[in-house]
């Protein structure tokens, strides 16, 4: 029993060292960032009325090295995202902006179907968007060695949006990564892809106008084609050659007419799909969920599909975007 106690103990003792050095360390962070921040246009008054409550977030760190898109396996993590009730919210937002949301739809040229799919998988339409300080996120992730840089520009970003008017600090919360409004933006995305529709001088992402035509700017300033396919899912022949299945979202290789696809898709020919659209073939749960089949479940991915996942570079969170933007054709 003692033993045990004194274990314990230990543990306590270990957590509570790390935890004051992670605190000490973040301040001593916190004063050196200071200096690479003013050194990259930002004032020591935007600096000090926006970082001056920011702390350690130990959970962030937690987030980050554990996300649902690495361990479901593809088909409860896109039902899950795509289920009936989604669906009919995504019917109510529709209905009750259906004039606003048609005229982004044609001005754009981004279907209303995609915009609601990606509003209703972000954020469940507006109703999980974060209440995560995204300052403090943004300072723990970039003091955080994994991804260290990245998370650095963007913290640098959003101080100068800050700067500059474009956004207010004071209602900065949203993921623990960073991403904020009905779409989660990114500092960088905001930067280069919102947009103040509204014409009030400040870009709120949180409201209907300045978050779907940011999100439609976004999907189409990256390439999207309206009404061209996104993915079949398909079942594919024992003798597909292994180079042809991609397991990543980093980079989708070894693409093919679609008509050199059809020899390894068993009944293709229920497939209309045009031969010689560009196409590659996914298999998502490989490598990362356990006891996995190599060819189960298989997808033919087309370039509309590869635009989601510059949006967010995951083969499930695509997947699901699609799905449910096809949903949503079938109800609107």
């Not at 179907?113 to 954020?123: A, H, Q």
């Not at 060695?145 to 500059?164: G, P």
Request: charged content about 25%; glycine content about 4%; overall charge positive.
């Amino acid at each position: 029993m003692k033993i045990i106690k004194i274990i314990l103990l230990l543990i306590v003792i270990t957590f509570n060292n790390q935890s004051f050095a992670n605190d000490h360390n973040f301040d001593v962070w916190i004063k050196n960032f200071k200096i690479y921040a003013l050194k990259k246009n930002i004032s020591e008054e935007t600096f000090d009325k926006t970082m001056s409550k920011v702390t350690f977030l130990p959970k962030v760190i937690k987030y980050d090295r554990f996300q649902p898109e690495f361990y479901e396996d593809t088909s409860t993590y896109i039902k899950k995202r795509t289920s009936k009730k989604k669906i009919k919210q995504g019917i109510q937002i529709y209905e009750k902006n259906k004039n606003f949301i048609d005229k982004i739809d044609k001005e754009f040229s981004v279907e209303k179907e995609l915009l609601l799919s990606l509003m209703g998988i972000e954020t469940n339409f507006g109703n999980y968007l974060g209440k995560m300080d995204i300052i403090s996120s943004l300072a723990t992730l970039s003091f955080d060695k994994r991804r260290s840089d990245f998370f650095t520009n963007e913290l640098i970003t959003i101080l100068q949006l800050v700067e500059k008017g474009i956004v207010d600090h004071k209602i900065l919360y949203g993921s623990w990564a960073g991403a904020f409004g009905n779409f989660q933006f990114m500092p960088s995305t905001i930067e280069n892809y919102a947009i103040d529709y509204d014409k009030n001088n400040i870009i709120e992402l949180k409201n209907i106008e300045d978050s779907f035509a940011s999100a439609a700017n976004y999907i189409n300033l990256i390439g999207w084609n309206k009404n061209k396919p996104c993915f079949i899912e398909v079942e594919l022949e024992s003798n597909t050659p292994k180079n042809l299945l991609n397991t990543s979202a980093k980079n989708i290789n070894n693409k093919k007419k679609f008509k050199y696809l059809r020899k390894y898709i068993i009944n293709d020919e229920k497939y209309i799909i045009d031969n010689n659209y560009i196409g590659a073939i996914i298999t998502p749960d490989k490598d990362i969920v356990p006891n996995s089949e190599n060819l189960i479940p298989a997808f033919v991915v087309f370039e509309n599909y590869e635009k989601i996942l510059q949006w967010n570079r995951s083969l499930r969170f695509a997947l699901a975007v699609c799905t449910l933007k096809s949903k949503f054709t079938n109800e609107l």
